[in-house]
């Protein structure tokens, strides 16, 4: 590893020992804030109340460069010498990786800046765990005119080394639902005293997996789980009220509409049957990211000359990115970089590899100056 993969490695470990969630990311700001203007970093004036934009080059050509920042609100269960500090949260999606990375390339970048032929904003995002960060960001304009966005996420089923990406379609449509039954509570010995809403959510958990059996076509993809069920407290009373959430991943804007329309039918049906009352909250968090098929190919390359080993993924991934908030302002790419811990993403004991960190920075600063050289 190199000195500077040694940096990053100890900036990391201070972001993952102060973890913050979404919206709460104030003293995460100040110590990037800090490390940047000891670099003599330029950060640009944007009214962001967590996170910030950093800018360096000249020119008029504009690029950016974005990482997350936000922790998640899980209890940290690692035995790490530099385990959170701040009770029920912690970096379980490696959000301290990728501000290390982004860091690096920001002390490369401006190594080399006088030679820079444009503009590179390092976005330094708040809030991406809430699906909110990246729209944010993007209704600030200050990425207006951009040529390009790129980003990256850890991925602890890969090895360190191995990069993956694809074209089109790269992650899902994540929304969240949450569907209210109410009923009428009874006796358990005298159910006809009430009107159950246990079999309201029965039937609607037994007709939502019908969506995508039966309504979406078999070459689309798409997911309806059902996360959370919440009725009754003890064992001899039928509830007067009964609570379901969950999620629906989809790719296609088309079969995502599909999706909550079945959905809302669905539950005004049952509620017709069995004379209930059923009512469906469906909330829209984050588009699919959808990869530019040039960035895609000037990607793959970049990732092969720093010494990845790559490969293109079969199809888009089920997670969710809110990376999408940029695509409205320029064309977007985005990969999944290895890490390889033995648990999985959003794991109270995840632990990545920081061997990842002795690469990113390269791969980005070649392919901003890729970029800016095709300008």
């Not at 490369?108 to 904003?121: A, D, H, I, S, T």
């Not at 984050?286 to 490969?311: K, P, R």
């Amino acid at each position: 590893m190199t000195n500077l993969t040694d940096q990053l490695i100890e900036w990391r470990r201070t972001f993952h020992e102060n973890p913050e969630v979404s919206l709460e990311e104030y003293e995460t700001t100040k110590r990037i804030r800090k490390i940047l203007e000891d670099y003599h970093i330029k950060i640009i004036d944007v009214p962001l109340e967590t996170g910030l934009i950093a800018e360096i080059g000249q020119g008029d050509t504009l690029l950016a460069v974005r990482t997350d920042i936000d922790a998640l609100p899980i209890k940290e269960q690692t035995e790490l010498a530099f385990k959170s500090k701040n009770n029920g949260a912690m970096h379980a999606c490696g959000h301290d990786i990728h501000m290390a990375a982004v860091l690096g390339t920001a002390v490369l970048l401006k190594k080399e800046e006088q030679q820079l032929n444009g503009r590179v904003r390092l976005i330094f995002q708040a809030a991406e765990e809430i699906g909110y960060g990246a729209a944010k960001v993007a209704e600030s304009r200050v990425l207006d005119g951009a040529k390009a966005i790129i980003g990256f996420h850890n991925d602890p089923s890969l090895k360190v080394g191995e990069w993956r990406a694809k074209s089109g379609y790269m992650t899902s449509n994540v929304d969240r639902f949450e569907i209210e039954i109410e009923g009428v509570g009874a006796h358990a010995a005298m159910p006809q005293d009430g009107n159950d809403p246990n079999i309201g959510v029965a039937q609607v958990i037994s007709s939502l997996q019908t969506i995508v059996s039966r309504n979406i076509a078999p070459y689309e993809e798409a997911v309806v789980s059902i996360g959370r069920i919440e009725s009754g407290h003890t064992w001899n009373v039928i509830p007067q009220s009964a609570r379901l959430e969950g999620t629906v991943r989809s790719l296609d804007a088309n079969v995502r509409d599909t999706i909550e329309h079945r959905m809302y039918e669905i539950c005004d049906g049952i509620a017709k049957q069995y004379g209930l009352e059923v009512k469906l909250n469906y909330q829209r968090i984050t588009q699919s990211v959808y990869n530019d098929a040039h960035l895609q190919q000037i990607a793959y390359e970049i990732a092969q000359s720093v010494g990845y080993d790559v490969d293109v993924l079969p199809r888009a991934l089920t997670i969710g990115e809110d990376f999408s908030g940029y695509q409205g302002v320029a064309p977007v790419h985005f990969a999944m970089i290895g890490s390889e811990s033995g648990y999985a993403l959003h794991h109270p004991q995840y632990n990545p590899n920081e061997a990842i960190l002795d690469k990113v920075p390269d791969y980005f600063v070649s392919f901003v100056k890729r970029l800016l050289q095709d300008a």
